[in-house]
């Protein structure tokens, strides 16, 4: 059964403390990985796809890496405002959606 | 690019009323759109796929009579709640999937908080 697990459910990090979050997943033929961010009271606002294993895509202070079992998404001397809620999703060859169930990152200034 | 707006972005009604939302990709044609609901503190749950032009896919366990999809243009999906209860009460977020670049992804709209009296 195709399904993603994130760790840790909730993360607490020193402004500027570097860290990683984790993206565990079981895919019957993968065909996206994706990262999200979300906000208390918002959708989810769109930060990544990967598509195959070793693909790593950046962007600010975030970047996403990718095996054929996880992925990770490191953060690099957060800010508060990186605060949120970090969602992945994988999708499937049948175009199945699977959601994990977030990380929830605070960044204390 | 890829920006999905949602209307209303909040709706309280009273019990036994119908809500409909509607959905749109603003810059991009979507030939898929879906439906989730998410509790508090909790991660998205899938209620239905919708494809332009055809019916819904609904999930195990959402009712379909309950909550009518339309998607009736490449841009608009609405989702209407019939005969809202208080159990009914959460946050609706619609996505869309963009074909283009990155493909596979799908772009979330805002969000709308639905509480039924």
């Known amino acids: 059964e195709d399904q993603v697990t994130q760790s840790p459910e909730a993360l607490r990090l020193q402004e500027g403390e570097s860290s990683s979050l984790n993206c565990s997943y079981t895919?019957?033929?993968?065909?996206?990985l994706f990262w999200y961010r979300q906000d208390p009271g918002k959708g989810p606002e769109f930060l990544f796809t990967?598509?195959?294993a070793g693909e790593e895509k950046e962007k600010e202070r975030l970047k996403a890496t990718l095996t054929k079992k996880e992925s990770f998404l490191h953060i690099t001397a957060p800010k508060p405002e990186d605060s949120a809620t970090y969602l992945c999703a994988v999708s499937n060859t049948g175009n199945q959606f699977y959601f994990g169930t977030g990380t929830s990152l605070t960044v204390i200034p | 690019g890829a920006v999905v707006s949602q209307h209303p972005s909040w709706v309280i009604c009273k019990s036994g009323t119908s809500v409909k939302i509607e959905c749109r990709s603003l810059?991009?044609?979507?030939?898929?759109m879906f439906w989730y609901r998410q509790f508090p503190k909790q991660s998205l749950m899938l209620m239905a796929t919708s494809n332009e032009g055809s019916k819904a896919t609904y999930e195990q366990g959402v009712e379909k009579d309950k909550f009518l999809i339309n998607h009736a243009s490449l841009t608009l999906s609405t989702l209407t709640v019939t005969s809202a209860h208080p159990e009914d009460s959460s946050f609706y977020i619609c996505?869309?999937?963009?074909?283009?670049?990155?493909?596979?992804?799908?772009?979330f709209g805002p969000g709308t908080r639905l509480t039924v009296l």
């Open positions: 996505s869309a999937e963009d074909l283009g670049t990155p493909q596979f992804t799908q772009y």
């Open positions: 810059d991009f044609q979507a030939t898929t």
């Open positions: 895919v019957s033929g993968l065909r996206g």
């Open positions: 990967l598509y195959s």
